[in-house]
């Protein structure tokens, strides 16, 4: 694939106007691209692992080591993202990725407020090939100093989010943020600053003043970049912002996800645990979650949506109906999206790792047996999201019986149980279990491994693809080489 024009930096930062985005020429645009999720934030459906990723990593380093489990990821990190990789998306017409990245990148727990000096690496070159094929990046904080959600999407290895109850970790926070602004604020491919991920503070007192903390501080050292904001409870609620007032060049960004389309899901038209799920539906959802964008006269930007596929024909073309009517809804309101998500082992992803790679025919038994066990929410089918049944369902019909009330935050008490009974209490056995998976192997079959997420060594979900294509706008689809 031949290098495009883009070489260059734009003249100018990305900007809001009013209700819409200028990109870096001064043109109004519609952003449109993915999600490069379980890349800089590995996440366990996405690469194959269990549990969380900062236990995952101790778990293959004390199999193999620690200088070769750190070599081993650091092969993987930049084969899952290159050159390659940004002209496809480039060729597609995509303008934007949304970067998810791990605090663990910038500072160690041992070193806090100890800048890591190849903290910038991997976000430098994907940021520079992006731009190279006219696309922007977006980077996204997803895993923050004590969690700032309950999930293991946030590395965490509870089911607590610790960041809202000890100031020692929004401290460090900020010193992270600090750290990002003062290394970008020249850089006009990156779009903005997208300060948490997710976050879910259940007192909802905690969330508005630290991200006032977290813009004052960048704002100090980049007036330039957009700031990004998602809203409270996985991105969903909006009252900790004065509607009034929307600060100049913020963008208050919503997650978009319909139940029907989640591992867990029905039928499209149809029921989902016990609530009718149709068009109108995710209309109203929309609606509800875009209120305080609309309402604020800001752009609206969806920054994660779109369905999980089961690899039953029936279901995935329910699948993609709902993802249809969903970009129908975002061209309707002008809305700029990045759609979770763009690689992974064929679960949602646009690119996945080919059946026949190394890596796939190493771990897919693996995988199986950990969605038998429904230890990745996001990755168990709805049969699996209940485990081993004669278990959990008995656990679960224990929970409702004795403390029929019970609605813990954020969703309830069939995501608590599920949780702690799959996800932490059978997913942490798992994590040692992936990493034997390791013990033995040479550094040449460990490169073998690392290089299956290579692009060349990938295959796209063609579907996805069209799909996503003509959401954007975009007037061709061009079959890029090296897909396998």
Known sequence: MGMSSHASQPPQFVRTDGTRFLDGYGRPIRFTGVCVGGWLNMENFITGYAANETLMREKVAAVIGTDRAARFFDRLLTAFYGEADAAFLGELGMTLIRIPVNYHHFEDDARPFELKPD?????????????????????????????????WHSD?????????????????????????????????????????????????????????????????????????LDGNTYSTEFDMFDATDPRPNTVYSLHDYVPSGLGRGGDYPGETDGVYIDREYARRKFLQRSEY??????????????????GNERTDAMRRQLLADQLDLYREFDVSWTSWMYKDLGRQGLVSVAPDSPYRRRFDDFVAKKNRLAADQWGSDRLGGEG??????????????????????????????????????????????????????SDDELDALADSFAFEQCVVRESLRDQLVAGGDTASIPTPAGLA
């Open 388 to 441: 081993v049944r004669e278990v959990s369902e008995a656990v679960q019909a224990l929970a409702a019986r004795e403390f029929p009330n019970w609605n813990p935050y954020p969703w309830g008490r069939f995501d608590t149980v599920a949780t702690v009974l799959n996800n932490l209490l059978f997913a942490q056995p798992l994590a040692e279990e992936y990493a034997e998976l390791f013990r033995g192997l």
């Open 119 to 151: 903290a910038f690496d991997h976000l430098d070159r994907a940021i520079e090939a992006s731009g190279r094929h006219g696309v922007y990046s977006l980077i996204d904080l997803h895993a923050l100093p004590g969690g700032q959600n309950h999930h």
């Open 293 to 310: 964008a609309r309402a604020s006269g800001t752009p609206i930007m969806v920054g994660e949506f779109a369905p999980i596929y089961s």
């Open 156 to 228: 965490n290895d509870t089911h607590q989010a610790q960041l809202w109850r000890h100031p020692h970790f929004q401290d460090r926070v900020e010193g992270i943020w600090r750290a990002i602004a003062s290394h970008y604020k020249d850089n006009t491919w990156v779009a903005g600053y997208n300060l948490m991920n997710e976050p879910a503070d259940e007192t909802r007192r905690v969330v508005g003043p630290l991200y006032r903390r977290l813009f004052d501080a960048v704002r100090a050292i980049d007036p330039d970049h957009a700031i990004f």
